[in-house]
């Protein structure tokens, strides 16, 4: 029994019994409830008759029974599998549920469907409550290095499925989940298991195939990968159905920190909880805390009560009745899909239907999330697919308020604010099954999933198949007006009417009619370079939908021939359409990499992983770009339970600088200092866990003179302003004078520009440090950074350990994906987690949520560029100038080398008729300071290159890749323009070999008479040449120590 360390069991008050509790008001009476806190004693739960309540949790975990007392109904799973059990395989990254790293399997007993069932479940957002009398595994509980890896690990590790591998166990998991839920599944269903899984350095290819070798559908290398390994009958691993039902769940209340939850058992408690705690949140699976922070959980949320749905048994059904699919609203946006696929034979487009509903989120989400949270929190605003999806299938929604037996209904398109009262409470959601019709579900977005809609829309018709007219109509839209509704006007347009090109303008000029006056922008898309946003883009959406629905409907009733290419939404293209080979040469055989098997079982440690008893800590960011901090209040904060201090700029014990140029940069920003960007530090709060320290962070109050006054936010502000990076304010390339006059006999001149974005690195493991207190003040810092020697000394200046550096030491034991933020940006992270250890002398750990590590870690730098180019009219350039503008944020990090790197890599491979210069500004915004970001300048320069082959291609009316060969350099003409000789050039070999193997020219004359014959799609391909400088002279050299033991002969480097 693992039990809180302040719990005591209380005695019974006189008179208390042990017997079940009767009715409401008992709970006062129950020994279990006698010395609980006032807010849950005195909140009298309602409870049914011959059921008891207790605040022990149990939950079976790696096969061991776990009864936890008291546990703390804020914490999440993930918390506790890291924090109290250091149990590491799941990894705390996004914390969004929107990567995978933090994936456990969840086994639970569905009672709707009377069998156990195994979810594949984002532990960041899962709170550890909720879990109560479920079976859960970790990825140390799959199997281990030591006692043997699973066949999933064996495959995985085998066929090179990682490379910094922190997302591995994640993707272990989500194999796993499968075969625990399918057996043997099909080579689809290991695709599509992947889409709530993050690998940002491998590719999906390794991985996908190392699941698919469980598939009874496995493609012929598929099963040759699998023949490489030990036999594995993937159906043994699936939950056998003749498992027996669990005893079913009693009511039960934990309370810490000032927040009760509640797992009621019936829904007349349910109803009784809300109409006594009004401002109680009701949740299910509480994924929502992924999108915006959970009220009860952070940032002074304004919830002290949870009510939990998981465990009422009149809201987890599955249904038919009176011609109608019903679920209860226990049931997860997951069950939808399976109940109606189920249901093919009665629902004429249930899977249409289905796949709708699957681009939700993500798997891990939809088997966790509910439809009625999703469809609540719509009515306050938030993009669902789920909403408009349902509105077309014309549902209903039930509901009950202050009494469980006066249960309403009312149509989904009536289901918004003002119909439905604010206390309502879901209770069953019913979808028509009708036996005709035919629905498309449309959304466009960012990606397909995780992202929000631009615009979604769901359409069904019936049409009469003798007429070819339509009978009946829905036409549903959601992110576009206020709310998911349906377009009264476009229905009226296309009932009694034949599906004409005369009715698709009607239809589409009744919708604009009804929601145009409506139209919602979204700011999330309105930049200071793009005030408009996707406004336009959006609203021309609909249209767009409406036309391909047309397309569909005439081909299927055979009123009109379209091609089958360009009917539908695009379909993903297999993932697997090439052959991947090895060349086996000597030294770099097919062999796994040295930690494949650890790091497919979690065992392999990161920097967060360090297993040392630690405090957490939580930064403070300007929420401004520029100002001056008057004043820094860290009372509020302190006064919280958990807090152990808030660390400043007046912490520090050395130098307050933490950047390339001393003084540039500060690593808090002091009372009276000035904001250079928003993202910057100001304060660290250190306390007992990561969550307390988030909170806490809110509580920090800091007073700003002059915010944003004067902010230089755009490349633009900044040449108008002359605001340069001093030591990096010009960076040039090549004689201009001979190209102006080159330029000036050249045959014809093209001017032109082209701006180009900045990128976020995005490594799975974001920023994060383990700051160790040692003996003679000294300090191990355990850092995720890629310059281990940089990051000792600047953070030993900041310790004040001036010439004594050799008493700090910076280890790291890998980095969960590095990509160049990692050589310098780790510091300022780093320092804060030193001067803080240094202060209370004890280890404190940070590491950043994805939403801090975008706001404060700086990205690839974004450029303007303009050029002139002279060339003939055969293609071959004469002469290029290019003059660039680089946003290099607030402060110099990198920039000086990268605008060098950016500068050597125009020119690429092409010859410019050996007359090119290039200048490069550096230019210094009030931004996060851009920083290294893989492959450092050489794609913002091979973007410039191809923008300016392309552009006289264009004015030639030739394809780039005629100016490409007419240009490519040759062995004999290889001389850059700073004059050095490449000797080793081989990029006009390689280039025709590699069109030659791609079979570039028949490809090419395919996609040109597909697009010939394809008016509305099209099809592209391309070939570009390019050459990288790989060593970076002015920045190289470090040093190795190799030792050779003398028992063995093994060695360590």
């Not at 166990?169 to 194999?175: H, R, S, T």
């Not at 002469?879 to 060098?900: P, Q, R, Y």
Request: charged letters at 20%; proline letters at 4%.
């Amino acid at each position: 029994r693992v039990l809180d360390p302040s719990f005591r069991f209380p005695s019974a008050a006189p008179g208390a019994t042990s017997s079940p509790l009767a009715g409401p008001g008992a709970m006062g009476n129950s020994p279990c409830f006698q010395g609980v806190t006032p807010a849950l004693k005195d909140a009298e739960v309602p409870t049914a008759g011959g059921t008891t309540i207790d605040h022990v949790l149990t939950i079976t975990l790696n096969g061991e029974k776990l009864e936890i007392a008291r546990p703390d109904p804020r914490v999440t799973l993930l918390e506790y599998l890291r924090d109290t059990l250091l149990l590491t395989g799941a990894k705390r990254s996004c914390l969004q549920g929107g990567c995978g790293a933090c994936l456990v399997v969840v086994q639970r007993y569905d009672w709707a469907n009377h069998k156990w069932v195994a979810k594949s479940v984002n532990s960041c957002l899962k709170p550890l409550v909720s879990c109560d009398g479920m079976t859960i595994t970790t990825v140390e509980g799959v199997g281990t290095e030591r006692k043997g890896c699973h066949a999933i690990q064996e495959r995985i590790a085998g066929n090179h499925g990682m490379q910094c591998g922190f997302c591995t166990p994640g993707m272990v998991m989500n194999a796993y989940a499968l075969l625990k839920d399918q057996g043997k599944p099909t080579a689809q269903q290991c695709m599509d298991s992947f889409d709530g899984n993050i690998c940002r350095c491998t590719g999906y290819r390794n991985l996908v195939n190392a699941a698919e070798t469980f598939a009874t559908d496995a493609s012929p290398a598929c099963q040759d990968l699998a023949s490489k390994f030990s036999a594995f009958d993937a159906d043994s691993e699936k939950l056998p159905g003749s498992m027996p039902a669990p005893q079913r769940l009693i009511s039960k209340v934990f309370s810490a920190g000032g927040v009760t939850w509640y797992a009621p058992t019936t829904l007349s408690e349910v109803v009784a909880l809300r109409t006594k705690l009004k401002r109680a949140a009701i949740i299910l699976g509480d994924t929502a805390k992924g999108i915006r922070q959970a009220a009860y959980e952070t940032f002074g949320g304004k919830a002290a009560d949870v009510i939990y749905l998981g465990n009422v048994d009149e809201l987890n059904f599955v249904d038919e009745k009176h011609g109608m699919l019903v679920l209860g609203s226990g049931m997860r946006i997951d069950d939808i899909c399976r109940a109606v696929r189920a249901r093919a034979d009665k629902l004429a487009y249930a899977e249409d239907l289905a796949v709708a509903l699957s681009w939700i989120a993500q798997r891990h989400i939809r088997s966790e999330a509910g439809w009625a949270g999703n469809l609540m929190i719509t009515r306050t605003g938030f993009p669902s697919d789920l909403h408009p999806a349902l509105l077309a299938t014309d549902a209903t929604i039930s509901y009950v308020t202050d009494d469980a037996a006066n249960e309403k209904e009312v149509a989904i398109a009536d289901f918004k604010q003002g119909v439905v009262p604010a206390n309502a409470l879901l209770t069953k959601l019913s979808i028509p099954l009708r036996n005709s019709g035919t629905y498309r579900y449309y959304r466009v977005a960012q990606r397909k999933w995780l992202a929000h809609a631009f615009v979604n829309a769901a359409f069904r018709v019936d049409v009469d198949p003798e007429t070819k007219t339509v009978t009946d109509a829905r036409i549903a839209v959601g992110v576009y007006a206020y709310g998911p509704k349906r377009s009264p006007g476009a229905e009226a347009a296309l009932v009694g009417h034949e599906l004409s090109s005369h009715t698709l303008q009607r239809t589409i000029t009744a919708l604009h009619k009804d929601f145009d006056d409506e139209f919602t922008s979204e700011p999330q898309y309105k930049t200071i370079d793009n005030p408009k946003g996707k406004d336009e883009y959006r609203k021309s959406l609909p249209d767009s939908f409406l036309f391909k629905f047309f397309q569909e409907l005439q081909a299927l009733h055979n009123i009109k021939e379209w091609k089958p290419t360009e009917l539908g939404m695009m379909k993903p293209l297999p993932l697997k359409r090439g052959t991947l080979k090895f060349e086996e040469l000597p030294g770099r055989e097919d062999k796994a990499q040295l930690s494949a098997k650890g790091l497919t079982s979690g065992k392999v440690r990161y920097t967060d992983d360090t297993q040392v008893p630690s405090l957490y800590g939580y930064l403070v960011l300007s929420t401004c770009a520029t100002g001056k901090v008057t004043k820094i209040d860290t009372s509020a904060a302190l006064a919280i339970d958990g807090v152990k201090d808030v660390v400043t700029a007046a912490d520090i014990p050395g130098n307050n600088s933490c950047g390339f140029v001393p003084g540039e940069e500060t690593l808090f920003v002091p009372e009276g200092g000035d904001i250079m960007c928003m993202g910057q530090q100001i304060a660290l709060v250190v306390a007992t866990s990561y969550r307390v320290a988030k909170k806490a962070a809110a509580f920090v109050k800091v007073d700003v003179q002059g915010a944003n006054s004067g902010a230089i936010l755009t490349i633009d502000d900044a040449i108008k302003a002359d605001s340069k990076l001093g030591g990096a304010a010009l960076t040039s390339i090549g004689n201009k004078e001979e190209v102006k006059a080159a330029l000036a006999r050249s045959d014809q001149v093209l001017e032109g520009s082209t701006y180009i974005i900045g990128q976020h690195g995005f490594p799975m493991e974001k920023q994060s440090v383990c700051a160790i207190p040692e003996e003679r003040s000294g300090m191990t810092l355990y850092s995720s950074t890629q310059a281990p020697d940089f990051c000792r000394a600047v953070v030993a200046g900041i310790l004040g350990l001036h010439g004594k550096g050799s008493l700090l030491a910076v280890k790291c034991t890998r980095a969960g994906g590095g990509f160049g933020p990692k050589n310098s940006r780790n510091v300022p992270v780093a320092g804060a987690a030193a001067v803080a250890a240094h202060k209370l002398d004890q280890s404190v750990k940070i590491a950043l949520e994805a939403t801090q590590e975008h706001l404060t870690i700086g990205h690839r730098h974004s450029f303007k560029v303009q050029y002139k180019v002279g060339y003939k009219s055969d293609g071959s350039i004469q002469a290029c100038k290019v003059e660039a503008w680089g946003n290099g944020g607030c402060t110099h990090d990198f920039s000086g080398f990268l605008f060098l790197e950016y500068a050597e890599a125009v020119p690429s491979v092409y010859g410019w008729g050996g007359n090119f210069c290039i200048d490069v500004h550096g230019m210094k915004l009030n931004l996060p300071t851009n920083t290294a970001v893989r492959s450092f300048g050489n794609p913002q320069g091979m973007f410039t290159t191809e923008t300016i082959i392309e552009d006289v291609a264009s004015a030639l009316g030739k394809t780039a890749e005629e100016i490409r060969e007419r240009n490519l350099l040759t062995k004999s003409t290889a001389v850059t323009p700073w004059k050095q000789t490449m000797d080793f050039f081989n990029a006009d070999m390689l280039y025709q070999k590699v069109k030659a193997d791609a079979r570039f020219a028949a490809r090419a004359a395919e996609i040109e008479a597909f697009n010939r014959e394809n008016r509305w799609r099209k099809r592209g391909i391309s070939a570009v040449p390019l050459c990288y400088g790989h060593c970076y002279v002015y920045a190289a050299g470090t040093g190795a120590l190799i030792n050779i033991h003398g028992s063995d002969g093994s060695v360590t480097v």
